[in-house]
Antibody
Framework: QVQLQESGPGLVKPSDTLSLTCAVSGYSISSGYYWGWIRQPPGKGLEWIASISHRGNTYHNPSLKSRVTTSIDTSENQFSLRLSSVTAADTAVYYC??????WGQGTMVTVSS | DVVMTQSPLSLPVTLGQPASISCRSSQGLVWSDGDIYLNWFQQRPGQSPRRLIYKVSNRDSGVPDRFSGSGSGTDFTLKISRVEAEDVGLYYCMQGTHWPHTFGQGTKLEIK
């Protein structure tokens, strides 16, 4: 059974960098698929942030401009998201996904001083 | 970006009755391989979204057969043949053909 688990700080200060990691179990990410990040602000809809392939090919949502960095670590079977210069608008539940059939449980990140 | 427009946004349904959600894309969703990457997700209260339907009409494993998807071009539909209490939640369509992938606004299904 494939499972994804997000981890990272739940509180980030404005202008700092948000860093999240997604640990994958039950499947070797080097075997294939794209892996992604999606967020959902409180009471709002879903926004696709980025996708990364097992080979490291990436797609980042242009709406987030150059603030997004993604990476994949096949040795640790995990992938990561970094979002720089955060503001209150980045407050959301962040989900990691195996594009797009399996989702993590999500982690709430609040941007506040 | 491809805009996905769902209707209705609120859907009160009597138990045992059918339900239908429409999703329209601002442009065609046929990928170069000939497939249409239009998916439907269910998000029950307090849970992560769960994919129900992929590539327009294919049910994911474990999804009850009362859920069905159809459509072509820019118009797609999710149907529930007989609504059950466990179907309460938000339903989203999503296109995975064009980057960035985009979701509809969500349709809230509730029991009358």
């Amino acid at each position: 059974q494939v499972q994804l688990q997000e981890s990272g700080p739940g509180l980030v200060k404005p202008s700092d960098t948000l860093s999240l990691t997604c640990a994958v179990s039950g499947y070797s990410i080097s075997s294939g698929y794209y892996w992604g990040w999606i967020r959902q602000p409180p009471g709002k809809g879903l926004e696709w942030i980025a996708s990364i392939s097992h080979r490291g090919n990436t797609y980042h949502n242009p709406s987030l401009k150059s603030r997004v960095t993604t990476s994949i670590d096949t040795s640790e079977n995990q992938f990561s998201l970094r979002l720089s210069s955060v503001t209150a608008a980045d407050t959301a539940v962040y989900y990691c996904v195996r594009v797009d059939d399996i989702w993590g449980q999500g982690t709430m990140v609040t941007v506040s001083s | 970006d491809v805009v996905m427009t769902q209707s209705p946004l609120s859907l009160p349904v009597t138990l045992g009755q059918p339900a239908s959600i429409s999703c329209r894309s601002s442009q065609g969703l046929v990928w170069s391989d000939g497939d249409i990457y239009l998916n439907w997700f269910q998000q029950r209260p307090g849970q992560s979204p769960r994919r129900l339907i992929y590539k327009v009409s294919n049910r994911d494993s474990g999804v009850p057969d009362r859920f069905s998807g159809s459509g072509s071009g820019t118009d797609f539909t999710l149907k529930i043949s007989r609504v059950e209490a466990e179907d309460v939640g938000l339903y989203y369509c999503m296109q995975g053909t064009h980057w960035p992938h985009t979701f509809g606004q969500g349709t809230k299904l509730e029991i009358k």
